[in-house]
Structure formats: structure tokens, C-alpha cells
Nanobody, 130 residues
Framework: QLQLVESGGGLVQPGGSLRLSCKASGFSLARYAIGWWRQAPGKEREGVSCISLGGASRNYANSVKGRFTISRDNANNTVYLQMKSLKPEDTAIYLC???????????????????????WGQGTQVTVSS
């Protein structure tokens, strides 16, 4: 079965940390750039971070820059999103997806309706609350 599965979400207090994982099964993640998005209730989906195929290019939305770190382990078919200094406004469902390399911009991943995004995960809930 070809799929992406996110994990690592949960409930954390403000200022806390979480590490999200995005693991591919049935295909090689090394063939793709990867993006992380988040979707909060009543808000538009926001591109959070993205990483190039080899990992040399790593980009972030301004809202998370300096707090989140994206990395990849192609040998384990997994991309990670380390989140620190979490804030209540980081509360959302976090999703990962394989993305065309051209959509990994300096301010994070974007959706281009004319391009194909092969795989999306189902998401993992992150709740930041005291």
C-alpha cells in the first residue's frame, strides 16, 4: 500500500516540544521533496516547512522560523518536523505530502493547482494548551 503516515502529535504545554514523523510505505521518499502543512479549525491550510530531495534546502514559514526544524532520513523513508517553543497558535492538524521541488519556496511549501502532489498523509493532531 502506497501511503504517507504522520505520527508524533499530541497535547503539549506552551513552550514545549514535539517531533512529528512522516513515514512513507510502498515507495521511496528519497524521490521526492516533502512539505508539511497545518490546518487549524476555521483557517486556511498553511504551508509550514519543506525540504528538498537531498535535504540541502530547508525552508520555513515566517510563523515557525527559528522554532521548527525539518530533516529527512531517506534510509528510513522518513521526514521529521522538530517543533520547539510551541505556542497555542500552533494548534492544528499537521499533514505531510510529497511535493514538486518547484513548490518548496523560501517561505515554505505552496499549492499550485496545475501540479500533481502524489501522496498526502492523513494528518496528526497537535494541541498546545495549558
Amino acid at each position: 500500500q502506497l501511503q504517507l503516515v504522520e505520527s508524533g502529535g499530541g497535547l503539549v504545554q506552551p513552550g514545549g516540544s514535539l517531533r512529528l514523523s512522516c513515514k512513507a510505505s510502498g515507495f521511496s521518499l528519497a524521490r521526492y521533496a516533502i512539505g508539511w502543512w497545518r490546518q487549524a479549525p476555521g483557517k486556511e491550510r498553511e504551508g509550514v516547512s519543506c525540504i528538498s530531495l537531498g535535504g540541502a534546502s530547508r525552508n520555513y514559514a515566517n510563523s515557525v522560523k527559528g522554532r521548527f526544524t525539518i530533516s529527512r532520513d531517506n534510509a528510513n523513508n522518513t521526514v521529521y518536523l522538530q517543533m520547539k517553543s510551541l505556542k497555542p497558535e500552533d494548534t492544528a492538524i499537521y499533514l505531510c505530502a510529497t511535493i514538486p521541488s518547484s513548490t518548496c519556496l523560501s517561505t515554505g511549501p505552496v499549492i499550485r493547482s496545475t501540479l500533481v502532489y502524489d501522496y498526502w498523509g492523513q494528518g496528526t493532531q497537535v494541541t498546545v494548551s495549558s
